[in-house]
């Protein structure tokens, strides 16, 4: 397929894996934030073509896997209430809550419905005028765009019975947080490059400014990688700290205007839960005032209860880059895709079904 | 999640594509790329153009990483 075959060439993944490792000398460890990045790194192979300089750890951009217990109960008791449609992206359904996860809630009678897109949900609530559809909002800066422009084609459409459950993260604030916190040094870091389609890359500066860390904004082909390491690389090698754009074709520095614009005119930044993390401040995204109709939380009565974390899970750790899946005793053991006991092993992108799938022999 | 593909806009009705990916036919909403023409290649998130790819810009980056690895035979 065009713009994904080329760079997947491995003649150039080895040219580019020779030059990392000539050009590395100092020690580094990078932190791939996004879980695409992850689940790229470990299919390709791409640990193993690195240099014994350089270490990558990989970071909290899944969704499914840094969205609270907190938040996913309150999806489940919404999805518990008579006349309800809970629409949601496949990969929430099996995430174990405090007291159910949405498979167990659809088992049990509630109407689950697995949507690819938020204009599916809408198309269920066209078609259901005498239920509530509540699509459940989960995604970074990437998605959120998308959920806004439904949100105003809802509006537009006067469809009345198509409900929000705005559980939307920012990527920025919780990267200040993990450097802040000390917990894990990171001498570089690989921007996701799909929210950085959103938002460009200038969000990234401060950490490459306040924290003298390299970012390089990538893609997802090995090729891409690779390349963005060999940025890294560089910039280390030289003692530089600045923002570049390996991600090139799919990436301005000013982001998408028009998503970001959209974005911002539905939703407004609020704190929220990351799992393991605790509460960001700014971090989170809401639906403003004059679209507080279609705010799931506002217009529905529901007890979700108190939150419960499983015991012995480390997901939380995994997520802030400070444990890998294999310091997890119930890594692969207890907790495997099929019976996941944390929601890293349930994404497709979580670290644990990615090392799971991939990553058996990576300590 | 934030999973992205390449897809080549065949036809755009009003804020809608039909796009094409490996051979298969899908829909696009365009409310996040309104710019984005038939012939362009968009990268497909939750069924919504999210970017238009630049092809010049990919061909950019090829020439270097091929330069590279001449650089690399060469030493």
């Known amino acids: 397929m065009k713009f994904i075959d080329e760079y997947r060439r491995s003649d150039l993944g080895k040219a580019l894996a020779r030059k990392i490792h000539r050009s590395s000398t100092k020690k580094a460890r990078f932190m791939e934030f996004c879980g695409g990045h992850t689940v790229a790194i470990l299919k390709h192979g791409i640990r193993q073509l690195l240099p014994p300089t350089i270490e990558m750890v990989s970071g909290p951009g899944c969704p499914v896997c840094v969205t609270d217990n907190v938040d996913l109960d309150k999806a489940v008791a919404l999805a518990q209430l008579p006349g309800v449609i809970l629409a949601t992206f496949g990969d929430m359904l099996k995430v174990p809550g405090s007291r159910s996860s949405l498979q167990e809630a659809k088992a049990g009678g509630a109407d689950v419905r697995i949507v690819y897109s938020a204009t599916d949900a809408m198309e269920i609530a066209r078609k259901n005028p005498t239920q509530s559809v509540v699509f459940l909002g989960i995604g970074f800066e990437t998605t959120a765009p998308t959920i806004a422009a439904s949100v105003r084609q809802a509006e537009q459409e006067s469809i009345r019975n198509y409900y929000v459950l705005s559980l939307h993260k920012l990527c920025?604030?919780?990267?200040?947080?993990?450097?802040?916190?000390?917990?894990?040094?990171?001498?570089?870091?690989?921007?996701?490059?799909?929210?950085?389609?959103?938002?460009?890359?200038?969000?990234?500066?401060?950490?490459?400014?306040?924290?003298?860390?390299?970012?390089?904004?990538?893609?997802?082909?090995?090729?891409?990688?690779?390349?963005?390491?060999?940025?890294l690389v560089a910039q280390i090698e030289n003692g530089d700290a600045r923002v570049e754009i390996a991600y090139r074709r799919g990436v301005?520095?000013?982001?998408?205007?028009?998503?970001?614009?959209?974005?911002?005119?539905?939703?407004?930044?609020?704190?929220?839960?990351?799992?393991?993390?605790?509460?960001?401040?700014?971090?989170?995204?809401?639906?403003?005032?004059?679209?507080?109709?279609?705010?799931?939380?506002?217009?529905?009565?529901?007890?979700?209860?108190?939150?419960?974390?499983?015991?012995?899970?480390?997901?939380?750790?995994?997520?802030?880059?400070?444990?890998?899946?294999?310091?997890?005793?119930?890594?692969?053991?207890?907790?495997?895709?099929?019976?996941?006991?944390?929601?890293?092993?349930?994404?497709?992108?979580?670290?644990?079904?990615?090392?799971?799938?991939?990553?058996?022999?990576?300590? | 999640m934030c999973l992205a593909i390449p897809a080549l806009i065949k036809s755009i009705s009003d804020k809608e594509a039909e796009v094409e990916i490996g051979g298969i036919s899908r829909r696009a909403n365009l409310w996040l790329t309104p710019e984005a023409k038939v012939g362009d290649y968009v990268l497909l998130h939750t069924g919504y153009a999210i970017s238009i790819v630049d092809p010049e810009e990919a061909k950019e980056t090829l020439k270097l990483l091929e330069e590279i690895a001449e650089l690399a035979e060469e030493e």
């Not at chain 1, 450097?179 to 799909?194: A, F, M, Q, R, T």
């Not at chain 1, 990234?204 to 082909?221: L, N």
């Open chain 1, 172 to 231: 920025p604030p919780v990267i200040r947080v993990l450097l802040d916190s000390g917990e894990v040094k990171l001498d570089g870091l690989i921007c996701p490059g799909h929210v950085s389609a959103i938002i460009g890359s200038r969000p990234w500066e401060f950490i490459a400014r306040d924290y003298h860390i390299p970012c390089v904004v990538s893609g997802f082909e090995p090729l891409d990688i690779l390349q963005s390491v060999d940025m």
């Open chain 1, 252 to 363: 301005h520095s000013e982001g998408n205007q028009t998503a970001l614009a959209l974005m911002n005119q539905v939703f407004e930044v609020c704190p929220a839960w990351w799992r393991g993390i605790g509460v960001v401040p700014n971090s989170g995204l809401k639906l403003r005032p004059e679209f507080e109709r279609f705010d799931a939380e506002l217009a529905f009565d529901f007890d979700s209860g108190p939150a419960i974390e499983h015991k012995g899970c480390l997901c939380g750790e995994i997520l802030r880059g400070v444990k890998t899946p294999k310091d997890c005793k119930l890594f692969a053991t207890v907790c495997t895709p099929e019976r996941p006991v944390g929601p890293c092993m349930v994404s497709s992108e979580g670290s644990c079904a990615a090392y799971y799938l991939y990553g058996a022999s990576y300590g």
